[in-house]
């Protein structure tokens, strides 16, 4: 299963648009799916995105997503300061043989 | 409203067993596969264990394979993980997670083993 490499933080102003990338250690996921959590401190990782970049119910489309080669990426527009939180990307293989393996997170910061 | 409540959750001293529990409520539960994953102190998400629907597919983390068992009780709306023989790198918050098929979209709010002597 391949490793998931996400920067260990960012950070942008409100209103701008930030990026977290989840690179994955393998040469190529397209046959993986790719979903986001976010998780503030101590509670629980809410579902973001899923499916690479559907969104669910409720989850703002400041909030999008996608997948290319051996990497996805999460996108913010319109930073809000309560979007300061970690996020995380896991990625499962369409075969579903296993559980997924997730990315060592991304801590937020909104200046 | 779909909640998880995972309890269970506790102080165990290396090598001790512990057993956690999430009960579900506003849905089917027999209709789900589920999740257990943890997170240490200041640390990223693992999973940990997953159970099919019916219980006719169950997968481990090699991290806990042979130590730890999943199950459920589909007429309780429960899901369990048996954990055994402890080390302190299981010291972690436990998460009963509902799984959406390459996703997991309902978590429990968790429950904290700490493994210590």
């Known amino acids: 299963q391949s490793v998931l490499t996400q920067p260990p933080s960012v950070s942008a102003a409100p209103g701008q648009k930030v990026t977290i990338s989840c690179s994955a250690s393998s040469s190529n996921i397209a046959n993986n799916f790719v979903s986001w959590y976010q998780q503030f401190p101590g509670t629980a990782p809410k579902l973001l995105i899923y499916?690479?970049?559907k969104r669910p119910s409720g989850i703002p489309d400041r909030f999008s997503a996608s997948k290319s080669g051996t990497s996805a990426t999460l996108a913010i527009t319109g930073l809000q300061s309560g979007d300061g939180a970690d996020y995380f990307c896991?990625?499962?293989?369409?075969?579903?043989?296993?559980?997924?393996?997730f990315g060592g997170g991304t801590k937020l910061t909104v200046l | 409203e779909v909640q998880l409540v995972e309890s269970g959750g506790g102080l165990v001293q290396p090598g001790g067993s512990l057993r956690l529990s999430c009960t579900a409520s506003g849905l089917t539960f027999s209709d789900y596969s589920m999740n257990w994953v943890r997170q240490a102190p200041g640390k990223g998400l693992e999973w940990i264990s997953y159970i099919r629907s019916d219980s006719s597919i169950i997968y481990y983390a090699d991290s806990v394979e042979g130590r730890f068992t999943i199950s459920r009780d589909n007429v309780k709306s429960s899901v369990f993980l048996q954990m055994n023989s402890l080390r302190d790198e299981d010291t972690a918050v436990y998460y009963c997670?509902?799984?959406?098929?390459?996703?997991?979209?309902?978590w429990g709010q968790g429950t904290t083993v700490t493994v210590s002597s």
């Open positions: 499916d690479n970049y």
């Open positions: 997670v509902r799984d959406h098929i390459w996703a997991m979209d309902v």
């Open positions: 896991a990625m499962w293989h369409i075969s579903l043989t296993t559980g997924p393996v």
